[in-house]
């Protein structure tokens, strides 16, 4: 049966409508933050509230030196020259980096002179004032540094590099975004409108999906990362192609166009 050169131009035209139609809708999947309203406030709620298992760094600092000895694990009144004045040595952590204490399961740490102290659902700036107003009484114009050294997060599933995040100490504004990027963005095989963000607050699990592509994801709880988030990236309709991806698919749809329009040469020359 022979095609006529109407028919096939018909055909051909069909056959480019559809691509186009995929193309779209594809894009629609894939583009991030493609709908909804601009989003201009910016949440003031990104800073990290500390937790049991968590690691601090702690550091104390004070005009007076003596009265900061008892604040650290070893003292030496001979550091200075035999000055008398004397300095705190850390022997894990020289140079005024402070020392470590972890939280324990009921929220507290064991601090040198004020004993247990409960610091579990401040946030780090909340933690700095408390322990600054506690050390007023022992040391003269106290300074006190936290920093928080164990921030991570876990990001599973369509990821380029899925795996344990750490994020640098003194880091507390992370984003969900950023989290995702330092995974090395999701693959073309990642759900991005149905991301899975599972987070441990007060003692229960909490869940929260949140679609990548539309601009409310910004008012989302969960748009700010907390330490321990799991995230995990559901395979999309494109997953469903065993053993190929996005850029085979299209690059089989120009072969296929491109073998369309030379029959049609073909059928136009013999005519």
């Known amino acids: 049966m022979t095609i006529s050169s109407h028919s096939f131009k018909s055909l051909l035209s069909i056959f480019v409508l559809g691509l186009l139609l995929f193309s779209c809708k594809?894009?629609?999947?894939?583009?991030?933050?493609?709908?909804?309203?601009?989003?201009?406030?910016?949440?003031?709620?990104?800073?990290?509230?500390?937790?049991?298992?968590?690691?601090?760094?702690?550091?104390?600092?004070?005009?007076?030196?003596e009265s900061l000895a008892p604040f650290q694990f070893f003292y030496s009144a001979n550091a200075q020259g035999g000055g008398?004045?004397?300095?705190?040595?850390?022997?894990?952590?020289?140079?005024?980096?402070?020392?470590s204490y972890a939280i324990d399961i009921n929220g507290n740490i064991n601090f040198p002179v004020l004993g247990f102290i409960h610091v579990a659902g401040l946030t780090r700036l909340q933690a700095v004032e408390f322990l600054q107003k506690q050390l007023e009484a022992y040391?003269?114009?106290?300074?006190?540094?936290?920093?928080?050294?164990?921030?991570?997060?876990?990001?599973?599933?369509?990821?380029?590099?899925?795996?344990?995040?750490?994020?640098?100490?003194?880091?507390?504004?992370?984003?969900?975004?950023?989290?995702?990027?330092?995974?090395?963005?999701?693959?073309?095989?990642?759900?991005?409108?149905?991301?899975?963000?599972?987070?441990e607050t007060n003692g229960q699990r909490v869940e929260y999906r949140l679609d990548l592509t539309s601009k409310d994801l910004y008012q989302s709880p969960a748009y700010y990362i907390r330490q321990n988030d799991v995230i995990y990236v559901e395979p999309n309709f494109t997953a469903n192609f065993q053993g190929t991806n996005f850029q085979t698919f299209t690059q089989l749809g120009t072969t296929a166009i491109s073998i369309f329009l030379s029959l049609y040469t073909i059928i136009s020359l013999t005519k």
Do not use: C, H
């Open 26 to 65: 594809t894009r629609e999947k894939l583009v991030y933050l493609q709908k909804g309203e601009d989003q201009t406030k910016v949440q003031p709620d990104y800073q990290v509230i500390l937790r049991p298992d968590d690691q601090l760094n702690i550091m104390v600092g004070g005009s007076d030196m």
């Open 84 to 99: 008398g004045g004397g300095m705190m040595q850390n022997p894990q952590m020289m140079g005024g980096a402070g020392l």
């Open 139 to 199: 040391v003269e114009d106290v300074v006190v540094n936290v920093q928080l050294m164990n921030f991570k997060y876990t990001v599973l599933g369509q990821v380029r590099t899925p795996g344990v995040q750490s994020v640098p100490v003194g880091t507390e504004r992370l984003t969900i975004l950023e989290a995702i990027a330092k995974a090395g963005d999701l693959q073309i095989t990642g759900l991005r409108n149905n991301v899975l963000l599972i987070r």
